[in-house]
């Protein structure tokens, strides 16, 4: 089945350490994006790439990296300088990098620091 | 910036009735596409509905349609007949050049 998986469903992690949340997609995407979901705010987005070994920084990059070195993958790092990193977390792709296209969502991470 | 204000945090309605809920944006822009984007409590993301701005006529799915008032900067979405499986959150989103932007997001609930 086509579709795009995200690892771990859940995530705990201690303050200061760096965690790196996975997302793999099987459609053939060219792009991939990272958004930021908490509780009464929209989705806001961190990295998007539209290419491999190519990326952008989205509205809420700081304290985050990304790489995209192959085609099918878009990890994101949460590193300790995210000053407030429990969040539910959404990677998503498209097949292309026009406006039109719809963005299909993988099923989330959420992560919560102690 | 383009932003996108859902104004209903919360709804609710019973089944079999229609539901409508509202969505603005504010942009300079003339070419763009607006989404109705379905969150479950699985928190999947799934597509409803879009629209692309230089088409007037509403977009249509099923038992979801927009209403799609380009001078007014609005895109509400219209569910008839709602059933127990449209419980979600709706959030609906606004791209120019791949700049994807989100509205809060409105709670529906759909009552027996």
């Known amino acids: 089945d086509g579709g795009i998986t995200q690892s771990p469903k859940y995530l705990f992690r201690k303050e200061g350490q760096n965690v790196t949340l996975s997302c793999e997609q099987n459609l053939n995407h060219d792009a991939m994006y990272w958004y930021r979901q908490d509780p009464g705010q929209g989705l806001r987005l961190i990295y998007y790439?539209?290419?491999?070994?190519?990326?952008q920084k989205g509205d809420i990059a700081e304290g985050y990296s990304v790489s995209r070195e192959k085609k099918e993958s878009f990890p994101l790092t949460v590193t300790s300088a995210q000053k407030n990193p429990t969040a539910f977390y959404l990677c998503?792709?498209?097949?292309?990098?026009?406006?039109?296209?719809?963005?299909?969502f993988g099923p989330g991470t959420r992560l919560t620091v102690l | 910036a383009q932003t996108v204000t859902q104004s209903q945090p919360e709804m609710s309605v019973q089944e079999a009735e229609t539901v409508t809920l509202s969505c603005t944006y504010d942009t300079s822009e003339n070419n763009y596409y607006l989404f109705w984007y379905k969150q479950p409590p699985s928190r999947q993301m799934i597509l409803v509905i879009r629209?692309?701005?230089?088409?007037?006529q509403n977009a249509t799915e099923n038992r979801f349609s927009v209403n799609f008032q380009k001078a007014a900067k609005s895109f509400s979405l219209k569910i008839s007949d709602s059933q127990l499986g449209d419980t979600a959150m709706y959030f609906c989103?606004?791209?120019?050049?791949?700049?994807?932007?989100f509205g809060a997001g409105t709670r529906l609930t759909v009552k027996p």
């Open positions: 790439s539209q290419i491999v070994n190519d990326f």
């Open positions: 998503a792709s498209a097949s292309g990098t026009s406006s039109y296209n719809e963005q299909f």
């Open positions: 629209q692309e701005a230089y088409k007037q």
């Open positions: 989103a606004f791209n120019d050049n791949n700049d994807m932007r």
